[in-house]
T-cell receptor
Framework: QQQVKQSPQSLIVQKGGISIINCAYENTAFDYFPWYQQFPGKGPALLIAIRPDVSEKKEGRFTISFNKSAKQFSLHIMDSQPGDSATYFCAASLSNAGGTSYGKLTFGQGTILTVHP | DTAVSQTPKYLVTQMGNDKSIKCEQNLGHDTMYWYKQDSKKFLKIMFSYNNKELIINETVPNRFSPKSPDKAHLNLHINSLELGDSAVYFC????????????????FGPGTRLTVL
């Protein structure tokens, strides 16, 4: 299976709060997990990514937590700001797939985050 | 200094017509992709090319034909357009050599919103 399931579909947070978006995957061979951020009318842009050899990666206010045994990973946005309002996508891929899976990102369904001032 | 550009940004056409979307990247990347984002914002890969060679060809109707004249360009031609083809189409690129680890960031273009009437 190549599915990546993302929740919630939408999330409303007050400014300064913590936003948490969760993803679960089925293919245990996945070994690269990026998060992309998409603003309205724009293309997705890489926000942060993690490999399964670490359980957490932090970049500024954004943290990925990874649970390999549960096949889950999540994005935490600390001190959420109105400028963080966007659609967030988790994704997964096989880093050394080669062949027809080469470079193939499987995306979650997306989470629309709204941060109220 | 646009990294990945697409033309046109908007495309409105009648059912049954043939249309093309052009994509160019000036990042010197080896791999380019086409994604489809439906009305629910779900992103799904359609094709990828590495150095003008087709690598990924998902289950896409053969009315869709990608063409890569050189590694900086990947165009998408769609024949006999159908209502269900209405979506936003994103081009992306990444710096990946053939058979190398596919964890490089994918850079997305601004998208082309296709509306089939």
């Amino acid at each position: 299976q190549q599915q990546v399931k993302q929740s919630p579909q939408s999330l409303i947070v007050q400014k300064g709060g913590i936003s948490i978006i969760n993803c679960a995957y089925e293919n245990t061979a996945f070994d690269y997990f990026p998060w992309y951020q998409q603003f309205p009318g724009k293309g997705p842009a890489l926000l942060i990514a993690i490999r399964p050899d670490v359980s957490e990666k932090k970049e500024g206010r954004f943290t990925i937590s990874f649970n390999k045994s549960a096949k889950q990973f999540s994005l935490h946005i600390m001190d959420s700001q109105p400028g963080d309002s966007a659609t967030y996508f988790c994704a997964a891929s096989l880093s050394n797939a080669g062949g027809t899976s080469y470079g193939k990102l499987t995306f979650g369904q997306g989470t629309i985050l709204t941060v109220h001032p | 200094d646009t990294a990945v550009s697409q033309t046109p940004k908007y495309l409105v056409t009648q059912m049954g017509n043939d249309k093309s979307i052009k994509c160019e990247q000036n990042l010197g990347h080896d791999t380019m992709y086409w994604y489809k984002q439906d009305s629910k914002k779900f992103l799904k890969i359609m094709f990828s090319y590495n150095n003008k060679e087709l690598i990924i060809n998902e289950t896409v109707p053969n009315r869709f034909s990608p063409k890569s004249p050189d590694k900086a360009h990947l165009n998408l031609h769609i024949n006999s357009l159908e209502l269900g083809d209405s979506a936003v189409y994103f081009c992306a690129s990444s710096q990946e050599g053939h058979w190398l680890a596919s964890t490089d960031t994918q850079y997305f273009g601004p998208g082309t919103r296709l509306t089939v009437l």
